[in-house]
């Protein structure tokens, strides 16, 4: 299958860690990203993990991979009024690397 | 290094007419896709080239959509007639054929709205 779940929305107070969570069907993914999308702009690519790996971490952004249960998380520390947007969990798989998307989670921080 | 360029930004037109979307990848990159984003959802993949071929088509509404990549390069997507439920974000994003590079790259999109 190609389904990628999300939960639909989070809210966050500012300066507190956001965690937004990934469910994918397709074991055989290859890589695994993280997209933003901000109002009327298109996507921008966040970080990604290849699928070999548990762990990525990049300035404030922390990706964890379970492969086992299918299940990415995407951890921003120190969340700021900025990082409001919608995030979107995308996996990579098959020959001709096809990606597909989640439906997106909206994450609302307050000030 | 220029990025993924898409025209128009916006169009509006009425149901069933005409309307053609371009795509300008980057260059070098083989892989082409097309992507349909509706209001409050993700992306769905319309069609995927590797170069001028098409490797993915499966979810093309084929009756109304076509899209086409001339010379492996720039592509055009197009639906004829349109119906109100097309009204979308249509976003084209491009990638190296290289399974070592992971980057997927995305143009602005172009909103378009079916009255």
């Known amino acids: 299958g190609e389904d990628v779940e999300q939960s639909l929305f989070l809210s966050v107070r500012e300066g507190d860690s956001s965690v937004i969570n990934c469910t994918y069907t397709d074991s055989s993914s290859t890589y695994l990203y993280w997209y933003k999308q901000e109002p009327g702009a298109g996507l921008q690519l966040l970080t990604y993990i290849f699928s070999n790996m548990d762990m990525k971490q990049d300035q404030r952004l922390t990706v964890l991979l379970n492969k086992k249960d299918k299940h990415l998380s995407l951890r921003i520390a120190d969340t700021q009024t900025g990082d409001s947007a919608i995030y979107f969990c995308a996996q990579r798989r098959g020959g001709y690397q096809k990606v597909t998307f989640g439906t997106g989670t909206k994450l609302q921080v307050i000030p | 290094e220029a990025g993924v360029a898409q025209s128009p930004r916006y169009k509006i037109i009425e149901k069933r007419q005409s309307v053609a979307f371009w795509c300008n990848p980057i260059?070098?990159?083989?892989?082409l896709y097309w992507y349909q984003q509706i209001l409050g959802q993700g992306p769905k993949l319309l069609i995927q080239f590797q170069n001028n071929g098409v490797v993915d088509d499966s979810q093309l509404p084929k009756d109304r959509f076509s899209a086409e990549r001339l010379k492996g390069v720039d592509s055009t997507l197009k639906i004829q007639p349109a119906k109100l439920e097309d009204s979308a974000v249509y976003l084209c994003a491009s990638s190296p054929w290289d399974s070592t590079n992971e980057k997927l790259f995305f143009g602005s999109g172009t909103q378009l709205s079916v009255l």
């Open positions: 260059s070098g990159h083989a892989t």
